[in-house]
């Protein structure tokens, strides 16, 4: 099998730094061309810095690393140390990576490569704020065929909001770009807090992580770890939420989770309720279907395979 060819876009983040190492860690499935960070959980200076260095703890220095956009469409920036702490990856320790930051910005780096794609189209896996691929969309909209599927995290339903009532982060971040994300007529697969909150990285959870003992578990469990504290008190749960590396899971284990076709709407207008993904889950609103909505996960499975997949570092 022909590995798949990804783009991660991405605001790291603990959970987006799992996600990295997890397709990392899969060569055989999938091809990861190249990173882009955006700004998103702290400003764009510290993304960019953290994924080079989860290349770094990977050993895999000879990805591209781009970085991207450094604020929203149209809205002021938002950021969420208060989650993720100062870095952004609290729960290991930063330092100036090796790998090195292509001068290309990312925008510019995947359109480039959605337009050399020709016959293998490229699946985009945004795990941040939508600014850089609604970028990219904008300025060249032919890329949009060749996407081949975009697999994303973000917005809610069941679960209600996390930084606002009605609105997940990721979305409400740039909810502009989102709007136009889900309007491009690509296949889309959406996972929110629906399917994140029910994935919970309990003590138990982290410590098989911990057990593994590679540079990659470390730096997992350690930032697990920290994430646990803020997320354990706010929903008083066994564990944290682990959002991003769902992601890059359905792209492994598709039959780990339960998804329906239907239509997404993002709220662009409305102070209150801005960024909500209006998920017409049950066909009530006459809209055409533009995306999959997962809804349900094997936690358990989810856990196996992205321990299993941390030992081969
Ligand atoms: C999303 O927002 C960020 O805090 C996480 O990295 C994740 O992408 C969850 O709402
Ligand atoms: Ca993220």
Not at 45 to 64: K, Q, W
Not at 68 to 95: N, Q, S
């Amino acid at each position: 099998m022909t590995p798949r060819p990804i783009i991660i876009d991405c605001d790291p983040g603990q959970d987006d730094a799992v996600a990295l190492f997890l397709a990392m860690s899969s060569p055989d499935e999938l091809n990861l061309l190249g990173i882009t960070a955006v700004a998103g959980n702290v400003p764009l200076a510290l993304t960019e810095l953290n994924v080079r260095i989860m290349c770094d703890v990977a050993d895999r220095r000879d990805i591209p690393v781009f970085a991207g956009c450094d604020k929203p469409l149209r809205r002021e920036a938002i950021t969420a140390e208060y989650v993720h702490g100062k870095t952004g990856i609290d729960g290991m320790d930063v330092f100036e990576p090796d790998t090195p930051l292509q001068e290309q910005h990312a925008v510019d780096f995947i359109i480039e490569t959605l337009l050399q794609a020709g016959k293998a189209p490229v699946t985009l896996v945004p795990t941040g704020p939508l600014t850089n691929i609604a970028v990219a969309l904008k300025k060249r909209p032919e890329i949009a065929e060749n996407i081949e599927e975009i697999v994303l995290m973000g917005g809610a339903m069941r679960e209600g909001g996390n930084r606002t009532p009605s609105a997940e982060f990721n979305i409400i971040a740039d909810p502009h770009a989102a709007d136009i994300v889900f309007n491009c007529g690509r296949p889309i697969m959406a996972f929110g807090l629906d399917v994140t909150h029910k994935v919970l990285s309990t003590e138990a959870r982290v410590q098989r992580i911990a057990d593994l003992g590679n540079n990659v578990s470390d730096a997992t469990a350690g930032m697990l770890s920290f994430f646990h504290r803020y997320d354990t008190e706010k929903y008083d749960s066994p564990g944290t939420p682990l959002h991003d590396p769902i992601t890059v899971a359905y792209l492994l284990r598709p039959d780990l989770f339960k998804t329906k076709y239907c239509n997404i709407a993002i709220e662009t207008e409305s102070e209150l309720t801005m960024g909500h993904t209006a998920i017409d889950f049950w066909y009530v609103s006459g809209r055409e279907k533009n995306a999959y909505w997962g809804y349900d996960v094997d936690a358990d499975g989810f856990y196996e395979l992205l321990t299993e997949r941390l030992a081969r570092f």
